[in-house]
């Protein structure tokens, strides 16, 4: 690279990845950055371990190390101009993202960062930058509503405990809870029986007990989420299984309905954008079912589909998009390249 890059970055527990967008002197095109155009490209991506949390562990400077990791994964090609981060858990309050940035800049040698929650990257990638409402379902969901004055508003993400609803742990749980009545005989009897003992071993009733160990118990239980909405499809058409994708979708609708009712009161029929990202919703029954409730539930919603994801969405970030999603963005700008930057 013959000049400083900017870079994107979108963080979650699973998986981090960054993207190298271009340099000063445009060796790739980088877009418009304008709502509804093309996001930049990138010119490569890396890919490194995402967050897990332990006891003691300060969550900032772990996400801190892994933006490092992938700086390190991308090979240091250049001084920084712009990095641009939409991340997940540790640094989701204002505090600990005021603390992360400027660390994120010395530890890169950043002149300026961009930081933010996934849930705006998301936004920002798949409905181009544009106001309206984006629910993001996979292990969690996270419902986010942007309006046109830069307003934002949350509807759930509150966690596998306490909130989530329709998302993969919550499809997961009320799946594994379905097999184990089924297994028994306190419910109907279900494909997901047999498809519980294939995950989680046999007996069943012996084996959920040893699964409670499991350091990964969470995803573990997302990840049934699967085997729920393809038993609720052909050929197994499983009578459980649909059931509760269906409540899935319902829910998801709700929390999308709800986000598009609060930030849009007065908005005319079909006026108000939705559009979603996740796994879950890739699932045909789950989005059918989703796509019913929130036509029956809010007129003024219209569904789009994604223009992209979280990465497409920092990008934009990075280039320096004029969109309505900036109040929640930390802005970080150091005088020089301070730190360990690139040679």
Not at 104 to 126: E, S
Not at 139 to 156: E, F, K, Y
Not at 255 to 266: L, V
Request: contains cysteine.
């Amino acid at each position: 690279m013959s000049g400083p890059v900017r870079l994107a970055v979108d963080g979650g527990q699973t998986m981090l990845r960054m993207g190298l967008l271009v340099d000063s002197d445009g060796d790739a095109d980088a877009g418009t950055g304008e709502p509804g155009a093309a996001a930049p490209g990138f010119v490569r991506q890396v890919s490194v371990p995402g967050f897990q949390w332990t006891l003691g562990e300060d969550p900032v400077e772990q996400q801190c190390r892994r933006v490092e990791d992938a700086w390190e994964a991308l090979g240091r090609p250049a001084p920084v101009d712009v990095v641009a981060l939409g991340l997940a858990g540790g640094a989701s309050d204002p505090d600990s993202r005021r603390r992360l940035a400027p660390l994120v800049a010395h530890r890169l040698g950043a002149r300026r960062v961009l930081l933010t929650g996934d849930d705006v990257t998301t936004h920002l990638g798949v409905l181009a930058g544009a106001p309206g409402v984006v629910i993001a379902a996979g292990t969690g969901v996270a419902c986010l509503a942007v309006t046109a004055a830069g307003d934002l508003l949350n509807v759930d993400g509150l966690g596998y405990l306490f909130g989530d609803a329709g998302g993969g742990f919550s499809i997961g749980l009320a799946g594994m809870r379905a097999a184990l009545e089924g297994y028994e005989g306190r419910g109907p009897a279900t494909v997901l029986t047999e498809r519980a003992e294939r995950l989680v071993g046999a007996p069943l009733r012996l084996a959920i007990k040893r699964w409670y160990a499991s350091p990964s118990l969470v995803a573990d239980v997302a990840a049934f989420s699967a085997q729920v909405t393809q038993a609720a499809g052909p050929p197994e058409d499983d009578a459980v299984a649909r059931s509760l994708c269906l409540r899935a979708g319902r829910d998801l609708a709700t929390s999308a309905a709800t986000a598009a009712r609060r930030a849009f009161p007065d908005a005319p029929g079909g006026s108000v954008p939705v559009s979603w990202a996740g796994g879950v919703l890739g699932a045909p029954v789950v989005f059918e079912a989703f796509a019913a409730e929130l036509a029956a539930s809010c007129p003024a919603a219209t569904l789009r589909d994604p223009a992209g994801g979280s990465m497409s969405g920092a990008a934009r970030l990075a280039a320096g998009s004029d969109v309505p999603h900036l109040a929640s963005v930390v802005a970080h700008s150091a005088v020089a390249h301070p730190g360990p930057g690139g040679s």
